[in-house]
């Protein structure tokens, strides 16, 4: 069956530092693979997404960056945080090129201080 | 901006009461899907409902959706305590290909009380 990890589940960060959250995806090959950002009380903001390794579309320009070394590896990073980076992150797959839900980790809550 | 609108933005209820919520979209779609997030947690799938479907069915769920009022419903029949939650609509426009992206509305928090 197919999982998604998403790790950690809560990070405190200071500004200016750096950021790496890492989502894998098992049981699945070449899926589509998304990262979402979600403010307090708020709907999903869509970050970036990717079809494929290396293939990365931005959403909204920001402070952040996504990359995929492999087929089922996402990471989101950035050099410097800035406050308001902080907010809920949630990783994401769904089947490419079906009507399939998608399927989220379990969220990692980001909080820069 | 926000493709989906839910309505309302919050609704309490008794158990055993019906609830409905309600979505808004602007543009062409794919499909619409329901999503349920307990809070804090990650988000779950309950229902896709394609753009040619007009009624959809999952246990306690209803979903209906009207293409020509760019709108669609969720009903939870027969509510629980564990219902409790916030409910999401997304849709995948028509014009996003093979890439699917959802863009999610602001959400619905369902408070069902024993």
């Known amino acids: 069956s197919q999982t998604i990890h998403q790790w950690p589940a809560t990070l405190v960060q200071p500004v200016g530092s750096p950021l790496s959250l890492e989502c894998t995806v098992e049981?699945?090959?070449?899926?589509?693979l998304y990262w979402y950002r979600q403010a307090a009380g708020r709907g999903l903001q869509l970050l970036f997404y990717?079809?494929?390794?290396?293939?990365i579309s931005s959403e909204v320009p920001q402070n952040l960056s996504a990359s995929r070394p492999q087929d089922r590896q996402f990471i989101l990073s950035s050099k410097k945080l800035l406050l308001s980076d902080s907010g809920f992150y949630l990783c994401?797959?769904?089947?490419?090129?079906?009507?399939?839900?998608?399927?989220f980790g379990s969220g990692t809550r980001l909080t820069v201080v | 901006s926000q493709q989906g609108e839910e309505d309302p933005q919050a609704l309490s209820i008794q158990e055993g009461e019906n609830a409905t919520m309600n979505c808004s979209y602007k543009?062409?779609?794919?499909?619409l899907q329901w999503y349920r997030q307990n809070s804090g947690r990650g988000l779950v799938h309950l229902i896709l409902?394609?753009?040619?479907?007009r009624e959809k069915h999952s246990g306690r769920l209803r979903v209906t959706l009207d293409t020509s009022k760019k709108s669609s419903s969720l009903l939870i029949t027969a509510s629980r305590a564990a219902d409790t939650a916030s409910y999401f609509c997304?849709?995948?426009?028509?014009?996003?290909?093979?890439?699917?992206?959802?863009?999610f509305g602001s959400g619905t928090q369902l408070t069902v009380l024993p």
């Open positions: 543009t062409s779609i794919n499909n």
């Open positions: 049981g699945t090959s070449n899926p589509n």
């Open positions: 409902i394609r753009s040619n479907e």
């Open positions: 990717s079809v494929g390794i290396g293939q």
């Open positions: 997304a849709t995948v426009l028509v014009s996003s290909g093979s890439a699917r992206q959802l863009t």
């Open positions: 994401a797959w769904t089947d490419r090129g079906r009507n399939y839900g998608y399927t």
